[in-house]
């Protein structure tokens, strides 16, 4: 249930790879982006409104159509919500505001069983083992297939991107912009100097490591671009804005 998926692979062969945002709770709106052909789904619960029975409804519903990778951005970098979050399926985790060689050490640790970390094991009985009976193959098999993901989100994590990048482990490394302008008390204002620079010393840094570097994007355009500009992965929409661009532009072109 939890194997490598398309995202790693892919990233792995050195392709550029796109992803979408689930910030509902809609297994029917997951199943519609499931099938879409992305290379990864992000399923929000920094933001969104889901819960771990969603989630897992949306993890089904998403594999059902496809063999896109899915996984969950937690609402804090805590042991118990990556343990939940692996157990149903998910087949890695999203990190938010990670400031610290610390803090990346934590995430990988609350990814890994003993004697490499620290999650608690229940292979014998989670979804993720299919109910236990792939639990040797899962137990053998996860730690080469998680995706860990981090986000640098503060100045503070801006300087320490070489130490984060440091930890075994950490496979990705994601800008989140807003909250990086807001880092710096000019939230949103993307085309402030001081902005600018924090996002290309954050985007230059992470290139310079190794690691796999991420952000949000919007448009084809803009994506493209970054994507140009030396991104492998990008999350470039959301069920959500989907939803409203294609409902506002139809109302806006109606003659009525």
């Not at 499931?34 to 409804?57: K, N, P, V």
């Not at 996984?71 to 938010?96: C, H, T």
């Not at 990346?104 to 299919?130: E, I, S």
């Amino acid at each position: 249930m939890n194997g490598i998926g398309r995202l790693k692979n892919k990233l792995k062969a050195g392709q550029k790879t796109a992803g979408a945002w689930l910030f509902t709770g809609s297994s029917e709106m997951a199943e519609v982006m499931g099938g879409c052909g992305f290379d990864a789904i992000m399923i929000d619960h920094e933001h969104g409104g889901g819960d771990l029975r969603t989630s897992m409804d949306q993890h089904r519903a998403i594999r059902s159509v496809g063999d896109t990778s899915v996984f969950m951005r937690i609402p804090v970098n805590d042991p118990i919500e990556v343990k939940r979050a692996l157990d149903i399926g998910m087949e890695g985790i999203m990190f938010p505001s990670v400031n610290t060689a610390a803090e990346a050490q934590m995430a990988v640790d609350a990814c890994r069983y003993p004697p490499n970390g620290t999650r608690g094991a229940g292979f014998g009985a989670a979804r993720a083992a299919l109910y236990g009976r792939h639990a040797e193959e899962y137990r053998r098999d996860f730690e080469d297939n998680v995706m860990i993901i981090c986000q640098i989100e503060t100045a503070e994590a801006v300087a320490n991107i070489e130490e984060i990048a440091a930890v075994d482990g950490v496979d990705m490394l994601f800008i989140g912009p807003y909250d990086l302008s807001g880092s710096i008390g000019k939230l949103g204002e993307f085309a402030d100097p001081d902005v600018k620079a924090q996002f290309e010393l954050a985007r230059d840094k992470i290139k310079k490591s190794g690691k796999w570097l991420g952000c949000i994007s919007t448009g084809s355009a803009r994506t493209n671009e970054m994507f140009a500009e030396g991104f492998d992965f990008l999350l470039c929409a959301a069920e959500t804005s989907l939803l409203a661009a294609a409902a506002d532009q139809l109302l806006d072109e109606l003659t009525i």
